[in-house]
Every structure is written in structure tokens, then in C-alpha cells.
């Protein structure tokens, strides 16, 4: 059976993506919890998922087989056994502690007897005011709070590529940064462990979202068979790296070498690939206000423990270097205007998803941007995205590859 995973570049054309069509956990957004729940605004549902369904139409015309996290998911609970398993890791990582509380909450789940169903109300949240707890005499139970959740929504969930990533034929099960979407991983353990396609063929992990320190996929890049490029940022701690390189050397044989970027851990530049994606060979697109001030790191693979090495040549000499290119070429977002750098990369001018050397997806908010990308070489596909932006995500953020052909 041909391994369902294969992923060695960023660039090779495009078989098989992972998305999720954004769903009611939107419509459980709130001014009063948006901070906490890691939006900046609250998207229009309706709108967002036209948005969306058109990024997955334009993923299928150019010949993508489009694949959906909670499908996937819903597969993955094959039996009762498996259910009231994933049902019992959810509601720990809820915090559902009342006695009372959680008991009707369960009974509530285990109601829906359509598990694709289930799935959708496990990611929507579940709102104070959809039942009623009988009040026992539990002090947990008896206890109100002001927040108007027994459990709170996964709004970002839309954003794929973060909770976990798919590096040659493994799986970087994440750790994320912020505790509210830690559950969100959830998925990833269950589709993994559990959904038929991967039974002949068990998935071999490079990281779990057990480990004690933060990584998500944002910052991960798979530049050739033999380089990855991955981000210290706001949502990956430097300690991640470190673990997940020993990993990636010793059961991926073809990768030989990990570039870390260091880009500072600030909201706006959250993921690597929020400010450099690869979008050819030898071509990256590249937010300006990280050039100047970049720091980054190499790791090499040795016997035992990876060797590390601070870089001090330019990006572009560095690589030209681990590419073994002769020359790179760097699209800046917004072009060399700083005004427009700024406004277009908050709105994902960076973050292209390639589908293929050259050729890629786009947000069409971003037109300084994408008109260096067509003065690049390179084909752009422009979807909307005034609803989806508000989550502080592109095409990029919005997929997760699981299958790439080889690159020639």
C-alpha cells in the first residue's frame, strides 16, 4: 500500500490537502473573548465559508483531491469504544470539572448519534443556553461564572497547518501555544491513531502534543528532501526545535539539515510563514522587516546529538548555500514600499500555499504584492478573503498538505 503521507518539499505539485470549512464555532465568537480565543475581529460565517469553498474549488480545478478535517475526524470514531475514548480526552481538556455538570454535558454528546455531527458540535462549543445543568449539591456545580460557554468554541480551526505537520512520510503532532487550542489537536491524535487509511501504515511521530514545550506549523517549512526551514517565533519555543530535529534525523533518512529563523515572538510575524514562503525553486516571497535583523540557526545532522551553528552570512548566501542554488531571488511583501510591507503582510501577503513550482494561491486583498509575485514568474490563483483574513491567516494557514509529488 503506498504511504498516504508524502511530503518533501513545499513546492512540489500538489496531490492531496487537508482543510476545514470554517462552522458554527464562528457564529460562538464574542467581542468580550476575542483576545482570548486569538481573533481580532469576528468573520461573517456565511461569507467566510463562500470564501472558503471557493479556495477549495479553486484547490480542485487545478487537479487537488480536497480533504476535510472534520470528515477525517468523524471516520476516525469508527466504534463506541473510540467515541466515548475521544469524548473523555475532550471534556478533560475543556476543564469540565463539575460533577453534575459534566455529566450531562456527556449525556448531551453521546445523544448525537451522527458522529459527523458529533464532530460539528465538539468544534462549535457549547453554549450555556443550549440546556439547562441541574444545580446539585457540587460546589464546582454550584458555582456560576460570567463566561457564557460550558465549553468554549475552536474558531481557529480553519487554520490547518498549525496543529500539526506533515514532514516526508511523519507527523509533527503539535504543541500549541495558547491553551485554548490545545484541543484542537485532538483531531490530529484520533485521525491518525484511528481512521482506516492509516491502519496498514502507522504514522510515526516526530513530536506529541504531550511534549511540554510549544510548536505549531506555521513555522515549519519543508524547502527540499533535505532541508527544513523552521520558525522561532511567538507560537514555537526554541526547545521544540531542538527535539523535533533529533526526530526528523532519525526517522527521516533524506533530511540532513534544519535552518532556524529566528523572527522574534510578536503577534504580527506569529508563524514563519506569516513573513517567507517558498513559491519556486529558487524564489520566496519575504515580509522586509525581517531581513536586516534575522538571526539564523543550523542544524546538522550528526551521530547523537544534532550539531548547531549560528549562520553568519546573509539569507540569501545561506540559502543559496544549503539549496545548493547559485542565486535566490526575494519578492517583498508590498514591494519596497514599508506602508504597504505592513498593511499587505498583516492581511497574508506572504503567505502563499504553492501548488506547484511557480504556482500559487493567493489572498486577491494583496495587489502590491501579487503583482511582484507576476513580475516574479510566478502563476497566481486569487481567492477572496475579507471574511477568512479576520483570523489572521492565508491559503498557506488555511492547508495542510498530505500529499506533494517529488520535485525534479
Not at 471557493?54 to 487545478?62: E, H, P, Y
Not at 501555544?177 to 490530529?188: F, H, I, M, N
Not at 522587516?289 to 546538522?300: F, K, P, T
Amino acid at each position: 500500500m503506498t504511504n498516504p503521507l508524502n511530503v518533501y518539499s513545499d513546492i512540489g505539485g500538489l496531490k492531496q490537502v487537508m482543510l476545514h470549512r470554517p462552522g458554527h464555532e464562528l457564529e460562538n465568537l464574542m467581542p468580550d473573548y476575542l483576545e482570548s480565543l486569538l481573533f481580532d475581529d469576528i468573520p461573517f460565517l456565511e461569507q467566510a465559508q463562500k470564501e472558503h469553498d471557493f479556495f477549495a474549488d479553486t484547490l480542485r480545478n487545478q487537479g487537488v483531491e480536497v480533504i476535510y478535517l472534520e470528515d477525517l475526524a468523524a471516520e476516525a470514531l469508527h466504534s463506541e469504544e473510540v467515541r466515548q475514548q475521544f469524548l473523555t480526552e475532550y471534556l478533560n481538556e475543556a476543564y469540565v470539572t463539575g460533577v453534575d455538570t459534566r455529566k450531562e454535558i456527556e449525556q448531551y454528546f453521546l445523544s448525537i448519534k451522527d458522529t459527523r455531527e458529533f464532530i460539528d458540535q465538539t468544534m462549535a462549543g457549547l453554549r450555556k443556553n443550549q440546556f439547562t445543568i441541574t444545580r446539585n449539591q457540587n460546589l464546582s456545580d454550584m458555582v456560576e461564572d460570567s463566561n457564557p460557554f460550558y465549553i468554549d468554541p475552536m474558531p481557529n480551526l480553519y487554520f490547518t497547518r498549525d496543529t500539526f505537520s506533515i514532514v516526508g512520510k511523519s507527523v509533527s503532532l503539535n504543541k500549541m501555544y495558547a491553551k485554548t487550542r490545545r484541543r484542537e489537536t485532538l483531531y490530529g491524535k484520533y485521525i491518525f491513531q484511528h481512521h482506516p487509511m492509516f491502519q496498514d501504515d502507522p504514522v510515526k511521530l516526530l513530536y506529541n502534543r504531550t511534549m511540554d514545550t510549544r510548536l505549531e506549523g506555521g513555522d515549519i517549512l519543508v524547502l527540499t528532501p533535505k532541508v527544513l526551514a523552521i520558525g522561532i517565533s511567538q507560537r514555537t519555543d526554541v526547545n521544540s526545535i531542538e527535539k523535533l530535529a533529533k526526530n526528523v534525523f532519525d526517522y527521516e533518512d533524506s533530511f540532513e539539515h534544519i535552518l532556524a529563523f529566528n523572527i522574534g515572538e510578536v503577534r504580527k510575524f506569529m508563524h514563519l510563514d506569516t513573513v517567507f514562503t517558498m513559491v519556486d525553486h529558487d524564489k520566496f516571497t519575504i515580509h522586509p522587516e525581517i531581513e536586516e535583523n534575522l538571526v539564523v540557526y543550523s542544524v546538522a545532522k550528526e551521530s547523537g546529538v544534532p550539531k548547531i551553528v549560528e549562520e553568519t552570512d546573509s539569507l540569501e548566501r545561506i540559502l543559496c548555500r544549503y539549496l545548493e542554488l547559485p542565486a535566490v531571488e526575494f519578492i517583498r511583501c508590498g514591494g519596497d514600499d514599508l506602508t504597504a510591507a505592513a498593511r499587505e503582510q498583516w492581511n497574508d501577503g506572504s503567505n502563499t500555499l504553492a501548488i506547484g513550482p511557480g504556482e500559487v494561491v493567493v489572498y486577491d486583498r494583496n495587489p502590491i504584492t501579487n503583482q511582484k509575485l507576476e513580475e516574479a514568474g510566478v502563476i497566481l490563483h486569487r481567492i477572496p478573503g475579507s471574511e477568512l483574513v479576520r483570523g489572521r491567516g492565508g491559503p498557506r494557514c488555511m492547508s495542510m498538505p498530505f500529499i506533494r509529488e517529488a520535485l525534479d
